[in-house]
């Protein structure tokens, strides 16, 4: 299986390569618009900030790549916001893969933001494994995507949210699986797995 890791200026990435090492993956990090589109899976990870991230995307030409996809495609944490509409964060446009806003949690004297650490999914569907029902995944985010039509999983931070998506074949976690453990690496693979 060929896998394509979309390279850009955003955090995480190797932390999926490392994920996929230890699963005996092999991989590919690219910016390189022709191996991404022929990769049999494309995973877009990331932790950063949305406007700056859009703008190098567009730079890159990245996101008139990214929206071409074919085949199945992991979005991760920023990832995962970017497939949306628009993020609150900075105002920013984003790919519309997911007619959805990010929205930015509001903190309080019992929530701080970001949102850092081990959340449980309190429900679960489409894609994601039912046995992932109740397991903790690890989040670190300040912003989220409301519950919606396409929501696979949730879970809950002042509200409940959308910890994962699925549309057509884009696929999408607000968790990141490369660091939930055995419960993330079950994750990774039913995503790698899928046939759409």
């Not at 990769?39 to 008139?64: N, W």
């Not at 990214?66 to 984003?94: A, D, F, R, Y």
């Not at 995507?145 to 509200?159: D, G, M, Q, R, W």
Request: proline share 6%; charged share 20%.
């Amino acid at each position: 299986m060929n896998i394509a890791i979309i390279k850009y200026n955003a955090g995480n990435i190797r932390s999926v390569a490392f994920a996929l090492e230890r699963l005996g993956l092999s991989h590919s990090t690219t910016d390189d618009p022709e191996e991404i589109q022929y990769a049999d899976k494309v995973i877009f990870p990331g932790v950063g900030e949305a406007r700056s991230t859009m703008e190098y995307l567009r730079y890159k030409k990245l996101d008139k790549v990214i929206v071409t996809l074919k085949q199945p495609v992991l979005g991760i944490c920023l990832g995962m916001q970017l497939l949306c509409q628009h993020s609150e964060e900075n105002n920013t446009p984003c790919l519309g893969l997911f007619d959805e806003t990010v929205k930015k949690f509001t903190p309080s004297s019992s929530y701080k933001v970001p949102h850092t650490g081990w959340n449980s999914l309190v429900s679960v569907n489409d894609w994601i494994d039912p046995s992932c029902l109740n397991q903790f995944f690890y989040f670190v985010h300040s912003y989220y995507v409301p519950v919606n039509p396409f929501t696979s999983a949730t879970t809950e931070y002042t509200i409940p949210f959308s910890a994962a998506m699925k549309k057509n074949n884009f696929y999408a976690v607000q968790f990141h699986p490369e660091k939930s453990a055995e419960t993330g690496e079950k994750i990774l693979m039913s995503f790698l797995t899928s046939s759409l």
